[in-house]
T-cell receptor
Framework: SQQGEEDPQALSIQEGENATMNCSYK?????LQWYRQNSGRGLVHLIL?????REKHSGRLRVTLDTSKKSSSLLITASRAADTASYFC???????????FGKGTTLSVSS | DAGVIQSPRHEVTEMGQEVTLRCKPI?????LFWYRQTMMRGLELLIY????????DSGMPEDRFSAKMPNASFSTLKIQPSEPRDSAVYFC??????????????FGPGTRLTVL
């Protein structure tokens, strides 16, 4: 299956703390994408990391990829209440033609 | 650009009725995707189009579901007849390229469907 599985399912932290979410997958990938979904909204693309990359940064986001372990992590540093959302990973295998999403990690950041 | 536009935003209907959901992708985008999201099953890909042609409809749950893309700026997802288990949020997304696996997807706000 191309689907990624996010872990944990839910995460609650205080503002200013770091949040780490993990994604595991089963097949060889071409790239892996992370998306965020605020309550009642559509998904928003956060970052794409290619299979030959190990780490990528975008603002307060840091994504790592370990193809040997078939896993990725999303780190949000210095979290804010506005980061409260669900986060999804979408691993894309070599033959994949479309994104398949997992069930996501629900992050709650309290002030 | 206004982004991906979906209508209606909310739809409440009775079992057995026909439901039509509409999507206008971002101008210039070549691929369009329909997803369904429920608490139980998460976000499921139903069908996607490249250059108005359906590429993969293996996610369409059953024959009651059909999707069309008559031109580059419009797509519909129809459910006939609708059933209570079809209640979900339906999202439309588009990408600039024709590679759904490498391009960033832009999602619409979704249509919340309730079938009574």
């Amino acid at each position: 299956s191309q689907q990624g599985e996010e872990d944990p399912q839910a995460l609650s932290i205080q503002e200013g703390e770091n949040a780490t979410m993990n994604c595991s997958y089963k097949t060889s990938i071409n790239n892996l994408q992370w998306y965020r979904q605020n309550s009642g909204r559509g998904l928003v693309h956060l970052i794409l990391i290619r299979s030959n990359e190990r780490e990528k940064h975008s603002g307060r986001l840091r994504v790592t990829l370990d193809t040997s372990k078939k896993s990725s992590s999303l780190l949000i540093t210095a979290s804010r209440a506005a980061d409260t959302a669900s986060y999804f990973c979408a691993p894309i295998n070599q033959a994949g033609t479309a994104l398949i999403f997992g069930k996501g990690t629900t992050l709650s950041v309290s002030s | 650009d206004a982004g991906v536009i979906q209508s209606p935003r909310h739809e409440v209907t009775e079992m057995g009725q026909e439901v039509t959901l509409r999507c206008k992708p971002i101008s210039g985008h070549n691929s369009l995707f329909w997803y369904r999201q429920t608490m139980m099953r998460g976000l499921e890909l139903l069908i996607y189009f490249n250059n108005n042609v359906p590429i993969d409809d293996s996610g369409m749950p059953e024959d009651r579901f059909s999707a069309k893309m008559p031109n580059a700026s419009f797509s519909t997802l129809k459910i006939q007849p609708s059933e209570p288990r079809d209640s979900a949020v339906y999202f439309c997304a588009s990408t600039e390229g024709t590679s759904g696996r490498t391009d960033e997807q832009f999602f619409g706000p979704g249509t919340r469907l309730t079938v009574l």
